[in-house]
């Protein structure tokens, strides 16, 4: 007797839809965020070691790709913590309409490079 199982749909036939890609995004901001602080902690190790490892630092700090790690951590910072509390909303039975939930996520993408953008200019 052979059993058939039902395929689960692949990419070829998915179709993407808006709060998969942002539950997508919540989990790599997660890593990232591990990896910012990781960042953060060299960054205080190396001011304990003196001055002189420091300027290193600040060197790498001062370049393109310095700048764009730090404000994509600070982007990513700020996505995971919209969008968590987006969850702490959904944990006490709020949004699961599916406009609600839609809105909701852009308004989150939205506002997560704004604060991004305000952090880094004041």
């Known amino acids: 007797m052979k059993f058939e199982s039902?395929?689960?749909p692949h990419l070829q036939v998915y179709k993407w839809q808006l709060s998969s890609l942002l539950s997508i995004t919540h989990r790599m901001t997660s890593i990232f965020n591990l990896m910012g602080m990781m960042f953060f902690a060299l960054w205080i190790f190396?001011?304990?070691l003196g001055e002189d490892v420091y300027k290193y630092f600040e060197i790498f700090s001062a370049t393109v790709i310095g700048k764009f790690i730090f404000v994509g951590i600070t982007w990513s910072f700020s996505?995971?913590?919209l969008n968590g509390i987006r969850h702490l909303f959904w944990d006490m039975g709020y949004g699961y309409?599916?406009?609600t939930a839609n809105l909701s996520g852009i308004l989150v993408?939205?506002?997560s490079f704004i604060?991004?953008?305000l952090v880094w200019v004041f």
């Open 6 to 8: 039902p395929l689960s």
């Open 46 to 48: 190396m001011l304990f």
């Open 79 to 81: 996505y995971h913590l």
């Open 97 to 99: 309409e599916i406009k």
């Open 109 to 111: 993408l939205l506002s």
């Open 115 to 117: 604060l991004t953008f």
